[in-house]
């Protein structure tokens, strides 16, 4: 697995952008979570995930995405996905992850098609 981050450019200076490559498995899941952690401890709260390059995409990482995602709701902030690769989308549906944009829900992502819509969400 591959975690490049960013911020987000001009006027959404306030978002950070993660680009998640390859494969999450139990093995590796924990380092998404701090790499994701390691911005929300610094005071970033609106972050957008590029999963577009996922291959896989196990429970463990699942239930990191989901912490996160909780614990930036609880700070204000929001976590988006953005492009999800065929089998991230399979997952997430299947988890039972995915919330409307208009009626999001606790605990549920809004999901966007392309990293331009997520961060121009925000």
Same mark, same amino acid.
């Given at each position: 697995?591959?975690?490049?981050?960013?911020?987000?450019?001009?006027?959404h200076e306030n978002?950070?952008?993660?680009?998640?490559?390859?494969?999450v498995?139990s093995?590796?899941?924990?380092?998404?979570?701090?790499?994701?952690?390691?911005?929300v401890?610094?005071?970033r709260?609106?972050?957008? &995930?590029?999963l *577009? %390059?996922?291959?896989?995409?196990?429970? $463990?990482?699942?239930?990191?995405?989901? !912490? @996160?995602?909780?614990? &930036?709701k609880h *700070? %204000?902030?929001?976590?988006?996905?953005? $492009?999800l690769s065929s089998?991230?989308? !399979? @997952?997430?549906?299947?988890?039972?992850?995915?919330?409307?944009?208009?009626?999001?829900?606790p605990?549920?992502?809004k999901?966007?098609?392309?990293?331009?819509?997520?961060?121009g969400?925000?």
């Amino acid at each position: 697995m591959e975690i490049n981050v960013r911020d987000g450019q001009n006027h959404h200076e306030n978002i950070t952008i993660f680009e998640v490559v390859g494969r999450v498995t139990s093995d590796n899941a924990a380092e998404l979570g701090a790499a994701l952690d390691g911005v929300v401890n610094d005071g970033r709260t609106n972050l957008v &995930v590029d999963l *577009s %390059g996922i291959e896989y995409m196990s429970s $463990a990482g699942l239930r990191e995405m989901v !912490r @996160v995602l909780k614990r &930036v709701k609880h *700070s %204000g902030g929001d976590l988006r996905l953005c $492009a999800l690769s065929s089998d991230a989308q !399979r @997952v997430f549906n299947l988890a039972g992850l995915i919330s409307e944009k208009e009626n999001p829900l606790p605990g549920k992502f809004k999901v966007y098609p392309s990293l331009v819509e997520a961060v121009g969400s925000f």
